[in-house]
């Protein structure tokens, strides 16, 4: 068994010539420290392998400088940008993130939220404006600050930061409706605790009867946030008979897997069937045939939502937009659309464009 005391601030102090508190301070404080001394205390604390003992450090501070946050997933890119920035604003500050994921249960959700809170995290982060009656209950008695993202002020009473779906719908519609389309797709997620993707469809509807354009049941595919299930959604679609002339899609994963099966179909995009993503994935501009899609602030949200805890927690305002802005990015997969759908037959006599 290993038997070596553990390096204490006492040690550090004895070691740099200073007081406990100074070393308290230098490595929590810093900017209370003069920058030479600080550097010789947080220097012999590395070298001595020093770690501060969080227990107890919570005990004396009320704070454990951790934040938790929790997403429906870890393999989507969208969910990773807000996360990375949430956590750069969080590092400037001295706090560390400890990350969950859910895998879009509820009780999953709850289970990791009440374990963080019992972990003394001094805020949570998360995802959506739909959650357990009971985690809304624990987070109210535990008087700890929390944030959802992806959620519209107007969706919840609660702190909120997001974009709106209607304006999503609104732009994507909109442009397609413009350019001629009148025939459209939906590939999107499932709804299961999901109520982004129930907002969207419900959008999308809205939009879309306001053009007097309805969009048939069979005319909307819910898939899993993969290129295969993008390209599986587009098989369906070519089975059920003529396909739409635009189909929209839940995120850019699945709008590849889409293009990447109309290669494979023989379709011209966008001359048969135009495309459009969300999110503005990194790869969306850098695709054979870059991608039109919808640009939004995931990056922004995250550091939004770290700032608002970060206020809360230090007891200061911090006002939450509205409102998160979006922007439609208009590339190679959308264009007027053609006299007629191409028939499955003839569309894997095509190349595409």
């Known amino acids: 068994m290993d038997t070596r005391k553990r390096i204490k601030i006492d040690d550090v ?14 490595i929590n404080n810093p900017h209370m420290v003069r920058g030479s001394v600080r550097a010789r205390i947080l ?3 590395e070298n001595m392998g020093y770690s501060a003992d ?28 807000i996360i990375d920035g949430l956590q750069r604003h969080l590092y400037k500050s001295n706090y560390m993130l400890l990350l969950a994921s859910s ?17 003394s995290v001094d805020g949570l982060m998360i995802v959506g404006a739909v959650h ?34 209607d304006t999503v719908a609104q732009l994507v519609v909109g442009y397609l409706r413009g350019l001629g389309h009148r025939d459209f797709g939906l590939v999107v997620g499932h709804t299961a605790f999901n109520d982004r993707v129930a907002a969207y469809i419900e959008s999308v509807r809205k ?13 909307v595919l819910h898939r899993q946030y993969t290129v295969e299930e993008g390209g599986n959604a587009l098989q369906q679609l070519v089975r059920q008979g003529p396909l739409p002339s635009a189909i929209i899609a839940g995120n ?59 206020g809360r927690i230090e007891n200061r305002t911090v006002n939450l937009p509205g409102e998160m802005q979006v922007e439609l990015v208009v590339r190679s997969t959308t264009g007027r659309p053609a006299v007629a759908a191409p028939s499955p037959a003839k569309a894997r006599n095509k190349t595409l464009a």
């Not at 509820?106 to 809170?117: D, G, Q, S």
């Not at 009971?134 to 909120?160: C, I, N």
């Not at 939009?207 to 005319?219: E, H, Q, T």
């Not at 919808?294 to 939004?304: A, F, M, N, Q, Y």
């Open 13 to 26: 102090a004895a070691a740099a010539g200073v007081s406990p508190a100074t070393v308290s301070r230098a």
């Open 43 to 45: 220097e012999l604390a």
């Open 54 to 81: 969080g227990a107890a450090r919570a005990l004396a501070t009320r704070r454990s400088q951790a934040v938790g946050a929790i997403i429906p997933t870890l393999d989507n890119a969208m969910f990773a940008r």
């Open 103 to 119: 895998d879009y249960d509820p009780e999953k959700e709850f289970r990791n939220a009440r374990v963080m809170l019992e972990r």
């Open 132 to 165: 357990d009656p009971r985690l809304y209950k624990l987070l109210e008695a535990s008087g700890v600050p929390f944030v959802q993202t992806l959620a519209p002020a107007r969706a919840s009473p609660h702190p909120s930061i997001g974009y709106d779906s």
């Open 207 to 219: 939009v879309l009867d306001s053009f007097d354009i309805k969009l048939a049941p069979d005319r």
């Open 252 to 310: 850019d994963t699945l709008a590849f897997g889409l293009i990447h099966e109309a290669q494979l179909q023989g379709l011209s995009i966008p001359g048969d069937l135009s495309i459009v993503g969300l999110g503005d994935s990194e790869f969306a501009a850098n695709l054979p045939r870059p991608l039109t899609t919808v640009r939004t602030p995931k990056s922004e949200i995250g550091r939004l939502a770290a700032d608002y805890l970060l």
